[in-house]
T-cell receptor, first 114, second 112 residues
């Protein structure tokens, strides 16, 4: 079946603008994660959704970052008033069950803030 | 702080040689996973090893886990140019939030 998809694949924006990044997880996967990867770095955890539970937002770097997951499926990561340091690849992953299971990653959205 | 850290940061070998990458972590874990990332792409899961397992194989991949040393190794045998990628370990801390924590990765280049 289809894997995890993300859109847009690339996004260029001006400092101060808001951006929305979309993630479509694998159908039936209850867990969804957002990560950020800066050039040559590892993955920085941002937020985790699991079923109908309250999301784990412990990784969000500031209150400019927020995410929602509608109907237990599609998720949107919103960055308000973007800064140049927000430039990175934003990766979404989903897993069938909880956080201890294999994650399936999307191709990522490359965000460049000018 | 990073739970898992890969070593070396970069590895360059010739096709046909074996590649060994290591991962060290700090706290007790439930499982450890290895992922691969080709340039500009998302991560692909390679193998999961649980804390009560010591070794696991998948094709040309061999993963070992030493919980007493809090370390794991990924061995790729008979490497191919197509194995060129970054390799990450992800650990799931027992008793913690269960969110897998990724290291900075090992960048492997296999020269044809």
């Amino acid at each position: 079946g289809a894997g995890v998809s993300q859109s847009p694949s690339n996004k260029v924006t001006e400092k101060g603008k808001d951006v929305e990044l979309r993630c479509d997880p694998i159908s039936g996967h209850t867990a969804l994660y957002w990560y950020r990867q800066s050039l040559g770095q590892g993955l920085e955890f941002l937020i985790y959704f699991q079923g109908n539970s309250a999301p784990d937002k412990s990784g969000l770097p500031s209150d400019r970052f927020s995410a929602e997951r509608t109907g237990g499926s599609v998720s949107t990561l919103t960055i308000q008033r973007t800064q140049q340091e927000d430039s990175a690849v934003y990766l979404c992953a989903s897993s069938l069950g909880g956080a201890r299971e294999t994650q399936y990653f999307g191709p990522g959205t490359r965000l460049l803030v000018l | 702080s990073q739970q898992g850290e890969e070593d070396p940061q970069a590895l360059s070998i010739q096709e046909g040689e074996n590649a060994t990458m290591n991962c060290s972590y700090k706290t007790s874990i439930n499982n450890l996973q290895w992922y691969r990332q080709n340039s500009g792409r998302g991560l692909v899961h390679l193998i999961l090893i649980r804390s009560n397992e010591r070794e696991k194989h998948s094709g040309r991949l061999r993963v070992t886990l030493d919980t007493s040393k809090k370390s794991s190794s990924l061995l790729i045998t008979a490497s191919r140019a197509a194995d060129t990628a970054s390799y990450f370990c992800a650990t799931d801390a027992s008793g913690g939030s269960y969110i897998p924590t990724f290291g900075r990765g090992t960048s492997l280049i296999v020269h044809p």
